[in-house]
């Protein structure tokens, strides 16, 4: 069975400082890596995507990733943060079947 | 732009109702989902659907049911809500069947049970 596990329920950081969301899987088949994020009072929408290729992964709003299978992880970052990412972040594998198995959620607190 | 919309931001029911949540996706999508996000659970899958009429099971289907007579609507039902279903819901598609591919989400809806 697949899993995944956000390691940090809230990081607070200061703007233009850099940032980085832990995410470690599990998984016995091919996976597949998402991070989705959630502004105040919105649903889910993807920064990016892990599907096969470069193990570096860039998203929008100068966010990236980097599978790390021998690790099984696939952490975020983005090298200076603004009070606009302030948000909650999601970790999420999938199979080949398409359905999402989600983290717990990171909460991004930038602050001035 | 995928566009997915849910009927209400925010409901208020009371033990025992029958309550329907409806989603609407305008992509011709194949795939359509249900989730409950709780704090600190994370988003739990409730039932999904590859086509018409057809669903299955998520992680966490007990006291709900799903309809899906057309392609662009996918509806959950809460058949006889409880106070442990107070909850925000949210809708998703995506493109086909066997593809991992992104999911569309729609606003969600914050539900109540009193």
């Known amino acids: 069975a697949q899993s995944v596990t956000q390691l940090d329920s809230q990081v607070p950081v200061f703007e233009e400082a850099p940032v980085e969301l832990r995410c470690n899987y599990s998984?016995?088949?091919?996976?597949?890596l998402f991070w989705y994020v959630q502004y105040p009072n919105q649903g889910l929408q993807l920064l990016l995507k892990?599907?096969?290729?470069?193990?570096l992964v860039k998203g929008i709003n100068g966010f990236e990733a980097e599978f790390n299978k021998s690790q099984t992880s696939f952490h975020l970052r983005k090298p200076s943060v603004h009070i606009s990412d302030t948000a909650e972040y999601f970790c999420?594998?999938?199979?080949?079947?398409?359905?999402?198995?989600f983290g717990q959620g990171t909460t991004l607190q930038v602050k001035p | 732009d995928v566009k997915v919309t849910q009927s209400s931001r925010y409901l208020v029911k009371r033990t025992g109702e029958k309550v329907f949540l409806e989603c609407v996706q305008d992509?011709?999508?194949?795939?359509m989902f249900w989730y409950r996000q709780d704090p600190g659970l994370g988003l739990r899958l409730i039932y999904f659907?590859?086509?018409?009429?057809?669903?299955e099971k998520g992680d966490i289907p007990e006291g709900y049911s799903v309809s899906r007579e057309k392609k662009e609507r996918f509806s959950l039902i809460l058949e006889s809500a409880s106070t442990n279903q107070t909850s925000m819901y949210l809708c998703?598609?995506?493109?086909?069947?066997?593809?991992?591919?992104?999911?569309?989400f729609g606003p969600g809806t914050r539900l109540t049970v009193l």
């Open positions: 998703a598609s995506s493109t086909k069947r066997d593809s991992p591919d992104t999911q569309y």
């Open positions: 998984s016995s088949v091919s996976v597949y």
């Open positions: 892990y599907l096969s290729g470069s193990t």
């Open positions: 999420a594998v999938s199979d080949h079947t398409g359905k999402l198995i």
């Open positions: 992509m011709d999508h194949e795939n």
């Open positions: 659907s590859y086509d018409v009429k057809m669903k």
